[in-house]
């Protein structure tokens, strides 16, 4: 399921580093996904305070291949994530405290209520071009056997990339423990903003190992475009 994350972000989705340099954000994503012959929208939003940082998105997918049962779109999945600092100006800056909650639905088939808690440290450069956040959270699945009950994530953003403006790269990496399964995500994003900082070009692959029902490694570009709000 394409975007289920972070990224945040994306991991995302769910993913604090996206959008460090702008204390507000929000944004429409649509993408076409060539492996699994899908659209995936995107609804995504960063909001930053002084006592952290607030980060969702919502996916929803739908299927191009019609049967007549088919009116409705095939699955969503939503994600929900809180860091909490009120040490902003001290030495810990970095270091946020985080709640997060994901689940949905897929085909018919739930994606069981997730409840994540742990820490994230961010890193950046002097003008927050290019940030990088380390996450290890601990996670409970609803109904699900874990031998590790743990998340680890990562999510980077580099803006101008090679020095050419608008040309932005992002992602985020999450391994984590599902029935007794290491199951690795990736979703690395290329963006193109043409001349306005609203509309971007660009794509995404998702990188996964023991993913969504799969075995093994999998390898599914997309080709999407976004609206920054």
Request: hydrophobic content about 40%; proline content about 3%; aromatic content about 20%.
């Amino acid at each position: 399921m394409t975007t289920m994350k972070k990224k945040l972000f994306f991991a995302l989705v769910l993913s604090t580093a996206f959008f460090a340099t702008a204390s507000a954000q929000t944004n429409l994503q649509a993408f076409y996904d060539f492996g699994r012959k899908q659209i995936t929208t995107t609804l995504e939003g960063f909001y930053n305070d002084n006592w952290g940082n607030t980060f969702f998105f919502v996916d929803y997918d739908y299927p191009l291949e019609r049967t007549a049962e088919r009116k409705f779109p095939a699955g969503t999945y939503f994600e929900l994530a809180r860091c909490l600092n009120f040490w902003q100006n001290s030495a810990l800056a970095p270091l946020s405290f985080q709640v997060e909650y994901n689940g949905g639905v897929y085909n018919k088939y739930g994606i069981n209520h997730a409840f994540l808690t742990g820490v994230d440290w961010f890193l950046h450069s002097a003008d927050f071009k290019n940030t990088l956040n380390f996450k290890l959270l601990y996670k409970y699945i609803v109904g699900v056997d874990q031998k590790v009950p743990m998340q680890f994530t990562t999510v980077w953003g580099c803006q101008d990339l090679f020095g050419a403006p608008g040309l932005r790269f992002s992602g985020f990496l999450d391994i984590w423990n599902e029935y007794n399964k290491m199951i690795v995500l990736s979703e690395p994003q290329i963006w193109y903003s043409f001349g306005t900082e609203h509309f971007n070009l660009g794509g995404e692959v998702e990188l996964s190992y023991n993913f969504g029902g799969m075995s093994g490694f999998h390898c599914l570009p997309c080709l999407g475009m976004k609206w920054v709000f």
